[in-house]
């Protein structure tokens, strides 16, 4: 199993620039889902961000695993997360973020809830080649009452769409916000996850 612990390390393409440990300053921690479908890019983007080593759980993919996982679309894939992604990301002297990715497959179901509990929200990871696979996780965070952003992943290939049609076909509510993003890119994953902190603050401060 491909695993290894935040203390082991930087990450050798990205290190830390304040090391592994955190700032003394930190005052708030915020549990960070990182979900969709399988094969959707999670891990890429929780390994993009992190600061610290990320922890993997992946295994390579079995024959037997092709009977239940859909490979359509995602062609070169041999290895799927089992378990969870961890990473972290301190956006402020003060805010950090613990990023949670969920395996995407419907028989992790429920590993998935038990990594959800005490997540302040979530941000889906979406395939425009695949839109439809992205409605399981969708209902599963609706049913735990946990708010969510979404984010079309980048892949090459795959067909864009209009912003409004995107949403019509994930049948997003209105302030749901919805937004591009390339999970290999930091600029572009680091916005993704600072539109959704956003947007989950402005939701705090509307229900107080």
């Known amino acids: 199993m491909a695993s290894v612990l935040a203390s082991d390390g930087l990450a050798p393409d990205r290190p830390a620039p304040h090391g592994v440990y955190l700032r003394d300053t930190v005052r708030t ?29 992946e295994e390579t993919m079995t024959q037997a695993g092709a009977l239940v996982d859909d490979l359509a679309g995602v062609d070169g894939k041999n290895t799927t997360t089992v378990a969870l992604d961890f990473g ?23 590993v998935w809830k038990d990594i959800a509990y005490g997540s302040l929200g979530a941000l889906v990871l979406v395939d425009t080649r695949r839109l439809e696979q992205s409605f399981e996780v969708m209902s599963l965070l609706e049913e735990l009452r946990i708010p969510y952003a979404v984010a079309v ?44 902190v956003e947007y989950l603050l402005t939701r705090n401060q509307e229900t107080e």
């Open 29 to 57: 921690a915020v549990k960070l889902l990182i979900v969709g479908p399988f094969a959707v890019g999670k891990t890429t983007f929780v390994g993009t961000l992190s600061e610290i080593r990320p922890l993997r759980t």
């Open 88 to 110: 972290r990301l301190t956006l402020s002297d003060e805010l950090v973020l613990y990023l949670f990715g969920a395996p995407g497959q419907q028989r992790f179901t429920r």
């Open 153 to 196: 992943n980048s892949f090459d290939g795959a067909p864009a769409f209009p912003a409004e049609e995107l949403r019509d076909a994930l049948d997003l509510l209105p302030g749901t916000p919805l937004m591009s993003c390339d999970a290999r890119d930091v600029t572009s994953s680091t916005q993704a996850l600072v539109t959704l």
